[in-house]
T-cell receptor, first 113, second 117 residues
Framework: GQQLNQSPQSMFIQEGEDVSMNCTSS?????WLWYKQDPGEGPVLLIA?????ELTSNGRLTAQFGITRKDSFLNISASIPSDVGIYFC?????????????FGKGTLLTVNP | SAVISQKPSRDICQRGTSLTIQCQVD?????MFWYRQQPGQSLTLIAT?????????ESGFVIDKFPISRPNLTFSTLTVSNMSPEDSSIYLC??????????????FGPGTRLTVL
């Protein structure tokens, strides 16, 4: 089955630093999603990308859908303590009634104030 | 986006018992899904909850262990049957909303944290 490789597994950064994480796939997706999960909570959708090459921002977050449709990255600028959590990428093949997601293993972000 | 609630939020259960988890959405949705997230792991899809018919299960998950109901467009239940400690996980429902910014992707509920002793 499809697998997503998400890196890095964990990051320890100082408040104010920028963060970058990425996902690569062995196969093509036509949607890439980035979620954040806080401890004890469900994942929250941060950004959805629908077109190859698309670059989308949401506040301090920027994500891109790779041209090959097999990868995506997420950048967080000027990190703050509330950015702490686990970030998951997910790939989706949309079409008909297919909404299934394939998740990466997550990136655990720790921000030192 | 849709507001999703799950009950219970957490529970501690004895081996061999069953627990039913409820997922309620404040608006009609097209699709509902159930996921399992084992400690320190990513999310694994258990099944798609189909309204008025049997759920569609992913490989490795069976109806006898994880019976699912979806009587209408806003409500679904997942039962974890004959539990063992290996069933200790967070169970999450997700929905694809009919309206909103992203009408063809999934939003997640807060999860149910299950511990089996």
């Amino acid at each position: 089955g499809q697998q997503l490789n998400q890196s890095p597994q964990s990051m320890f950064i100082q408040e104010g630093e920028d963060v970058s994480m990425n996902c690569t796939s062995s196969s093509i997706f036509n949607t890439w999603l980035w979620y954040k999960q806080d401890p004890g909570e469900g994942p929250v959708l941060l950004i959805a990308l629908y077109k190859a090459g698309e670059l989308t921002s949401n506040g301090r977050l920027t994500a891109q859908f790779g041209i090959t449709r097999k990868d995506s990255f997420l950048n967080i600028s000027a990190s703050i303590p509330s950015d702490v959590g686990i970030y998951f990428c997910a790939g989706q093949l949309r079409g008909g009634s297919n909404y299934k997601l394939t998740f990466g293993k997550g990136t655990l972000l720790t921000v030192n104030p | 986006s849709a507001v999703i609630s799950q009950k219970p939020s957490r529970d501690i259960c004895q081996r061999g018992t069953s627990l039913t988890i409820q997922c309620q959405v404040d608006s009609q949705v097209t699709m509902m899904f159930w996921y399992r997230q084992q400690p320190g792991q990513s999310l694994t899809l258990i099944a798609t909850a189909n309204q008025g018919s049997e759920a569609t299960y992913e490989s490795g998950f069976v109806i006898d262990k994880f019976p699912i109901s979806r009587p209408n467009l806003t409500f679904s239940t997942l039962t974890v049957s004959n539990m063992s400690p290996e069933d200790s996980s967070i169970y999450l429902c997700s929905v694809v909303p009919l309206a909103g910014a992203y009408t063809d992707t999934q939003y997640f509920g807060p999860g149910t944290r299950l511990t089996v002793l």
